[in-house]
C-alpha cells in the first residue's frame, strides 16, 4: 500500500520561505511520476510542480519562486518555496502516479501571512 507523509508547513511571513517534504512507501518510486497540487479554500485543487524523471513542470505563478526536487534514495520528494505570498496560503498535498496507482497524501496547511 502506498502511503505519502508530507511535512514542513506553517505560518510564514510574505517574503519569505518553506520546505516541503513528502516521504514515500510502498512504491517503485525512482519510477513515479511525483508532484504537489494545493487547494485553497472555495477553490479547485490545482497543480503546482511535478517531477517526472529528470523534467519538472510547474504552475505560471510559481515559476522562479518554487522548486520541486526528488531524493531517490530517500523516497522523498520536496518543495523549496520562496518569495511566498498570500495567495500562496492553501492545503498543499502530495501525489504519487505510476500506472495504474494515483495516491495523495494527507495534506498539509501552508498559510502565508503578517
Known amino acids: 500500500q502506498v502511503q505519502l507523509v508530507e511535512s514542513g508547513g506553517g505560518l510564514v511571513q510574505p517574503g519569505g520561505s518553506l520546505r516541503l517534504s513528502c516521504a514515500a512507501s510502498?512504491?517503485?518510486?525512482?519510477?513515479?511520476?511525483m508532484g504537489w497540487y494545493r487547494q485553497a479554500p472555495g477553490k479547485q485543487r490545482e497543480l503546482v510542480a511535478i517531477s517526472s524523471g529528470s523534467i519538472t513542470n510547474y504552475v505560471d505563478s510559481v515559476k522562479g519562486r518554487f522548486t520541486i526536487s526528488r531524493d531517490n534514495a530517500k523516497n522523498t520528494v520536496y518543495l523549496q518555496m520562496n518569495s511566498l505570498k498570500p495567495e500562496d496560503t492553501a492545503v498543499y498535498y502530495c501525489?504519487?502516479?505510476?500506472?495504474?496507482?494515483?495516491?495523495w497524501g494527507q495534506g498539509i496547511q501552508v498559510t502565508v501571512s503578517s
Open positions: 510502498g512504491i517503485s518510486f525512482s519510477r513515479a511520476t
Open positions: 501525489n504519487a502516479v505510476l500506472g495504474v496507482i494515483n495516491s
